[in-house]
């Protein structure tokens, strides 16, 4: 086996084979098919970059088809959001399909099905229809209207279709097999009984189709080769296969059902009635909220589609379900925007300090390199002056000898500056440092190629020029559960999970350059970590939202405990 072929995963495995089989690469077509329900989440987005990564990697097209299909849950809205969602991650489908736009076919082939003996329109409440369908163990039994007459069941069914009938009275069901040991065999329902708007269709239907009777033939309509799914439909094949045996042309394409499992992220859920629950009960701001699992919060959050794709590429796909730790996708988001993020300088528990040799009034704009890690970012101008803000953990009044930051007696260099020394500190009633006095080495500004610049100083810190600071709201977001999977135990409310410090707000002092940053704009705030520039952010007040930090603090706490 060559190492190509060693690197499959076994959905291209199926593929492969079906293309040594003769099946012509032309032929192959995929699709990404979200119900427009809610806003998508981080496992939508494997099963985005899975359809549309297969696309790229067969020269295939791949369809973005929203399965509209019951009106009760869906809006425009979210079409709109899911579109986004995919064009921002870089992905563009072939065409933007509806399975409303099946609506008569699927209509005339159910026709046909009750023409043929195959479905008959069914009378019985839900609560009977549940009695009578049996348990796993226990086959179900015959619904009383199973052996309707074609005849009959054609005029409820059009009746139906012209709403002469409340929600809830009738249902078309397939004549399948009440004896089936698959439950979803035991004549399954194929249409129901809705007076609501449709997003597309208006008020034209009252009835709509079930997922499981459009999916499959909406894949025909659009000739999938392979419709891909998460493990929870590995059940609805067997349905999914026997539907299209009845329409099935042998001239055109049959679609092939194939499942792959969910993958759930840690700290989080991933389940859109959840999310929406999250909403609705305002534990978070909106579908879009940093902390969300959604695209939508992620984007909003600073992660990069390319962070998002490297994710997915990263945990793959495989055949069992798991919950991949929330550090995964970190560190893709980290290594992403190590490569891309402009590095500035910011503080956000600022305590003054005090340059009691350097002049009054005077100021210098200093050289600073915008990203290391990309030679063509080239330098800015940060101002520097007398008095200027540093981190407050960044000075320690009496230090061991491993502290290599700011200490009495100590030395330590002024990132893109000079090296200071700590001569004393100011303190007000209770004790608190209010100003640390220092001195600094007027040979010694960085670059300059001085010996006192060339001095082997271990300790480098960043600062902020009072003068010139620009003030900043900075969300600080943390996970938003505390147990890594809150939705494990079904006898737990997941929502007591949720963790009260999940978010900070706090005021921080940029370098004046970030004055124009926009939003949506990405930055590594040195020493502190990623931040990205928010919706929210106007030119009078600016907000940055904290991304990830420089490293994984949960590991060293998740530890400890």
């Not at 427009?36 to 359809?51: D, Q, T």
């Not at 200093?366 to 540093?390: H, M, Q, W």
């Not at 030395?411 to 500190?425: D, P, Q």
């Not at 005021?507 to 040195?526: H, I, M, V, W």
Request: charged content about 30%.
């Amino acid at each position: 086996m060559s190492t190509k072929e060693k690197s499959l995963n076994f959905i291209e495995e199926i593929i492969e084979d079906d293309l040594a089989k003769g099946m012509p690469k032309d032929e192959l077509r995929f699709r990404f098919p979200p119900e427009p329900n809610g806003y998508l989440h981080v496992g939508h987005a494997s099963s985005i970059c899975l359809n549309f990564g297969l696309g790229l990697r067969y020269n295939a097209p791949v369809n973005l088809r929203f399965d509209d299909t019951n009106p009760a849950k869906e809006e425009q809205e979210y079409v709109d959001a899911i579109k986004k969602d995919v064009e921002w991650l870089g992905y563009q489908w072939a065409e933007e399909r509806y399975a409303s736009d099946y609506f008569q076919q699927l209509y005339d082939w159910a026709v046909d099905f009750i023409k043929r003996g195959l479905a008959y329109v069914d009378s019985q409440s839900s609560e009977e229809m549940a009695k009578q369908k049996g348990t796993p163990s226990q086959p179900g039994t015959e619904s009383p209207y199973r052996n309707r007459s074609v005849e009959e069941n054609l005029d409820l069914f059009e009746k139906m279709k012209n709403g002469e009938f409340p929600e809830g009275t009738h249902v078309l069901r397939a004549k399948i097999n009440m004896s089936s040991s698959n439950m979803l065999m035991r004549d399954p329902i194929m249409y129901r009984i809705l007076h609501k708007h449709h997003h597309r269709t208006g008020d034209n239907w009252k009835i709509y189709p079930m997922y499981d009777w459009a999916h499959g033939e909406s894949d025909y309509v659009e000739a999938i080769s392979h419709s891909l799914c998460t493990l929870e439909f590995l059940m609805h094949r067997e349905l999914y296969d026997w539907f299209l045996d009845q329409i099935y042309d042998n001239k055109s394409m049959r679609p092939k059902q194939r499942e792959f499992a969910r993958r759930n992220l840690s700290h989080t859920v991933v389940s859109k009635r959840k999310l929406l629950q999250l909403v609705q009960e305002g534990h978070v701001t909106g579908w879009d909220d940093p902390r969300m699992s959604t695209i939508s919060g992620m984007r909003r959050r600073g992660y990069t589609p390319m962070a998002i794709r490297n994710f997915a590429d990263t945990i793959g796909i495989a055949k069992r379900t798991n919950l991949v730790d929330v550090s995964v996708l970190e560190f893709c988001v980290r290594e992403d925007l190590n490569k891309t993020a402009p590095r500035v300088m910011a503080v956000l528990d600022p305590v003054k300090l005090v340059i009691t040799n350097y002049p009054e009034g005077q100021e210098e704009w200093l050289d600073a390199e915008n990203n290391p890690e990309d030679e063509t970012a080239g330098f800015r101008k940060v101002p520097f002056s007398r008095e200027l803000y540093i981190e407050r953990e960044d000075f320690m009044e009496e230090a061991n000898r491993k502290y290599f930051r700011l200490s009495l007696g100590k030395e330590v260099r002024l990132k893109n500056a000079y090296i200071i020394k700590g001569e004393s500190v100011v303190k007000d009633a209770d004790g608190n440092i209010t100003e640390i006095h220092c001195t600094y080495d007027t040979d010694s500004k960085s670059g300059s190629g001085t010996e006192a610049s060339l001095r082997k100083i271990k300790g480098t810190i960043h600062w902020v020029s009072i003068k010139h600071a620009v003030k900043a709201e900075i969300r600080i977001y943390d996970r938003l559960f505390t147990h890594e999977n809150p939705d494990g135990d079904k006898e737990i409310d997941f929502k007591s999970y949720l963790n009260p410090n999940s978010l900070e707000v706090i005021t921080g002092y940029l370098e004046p350059s970030l004055k124009e940053a926009n939003s949506g704009d990405r930055f590594q705030f040195q020493r502190l970590g990623y931040f990205c520039v928010d919706p929210d952010s106007t030119s009078e007040n600016l907000v940055f939202n904290k991304t990830v930090g420089l490293r994984d603090t949960w590991a060293k706490i998740e530890s400890k405990e």
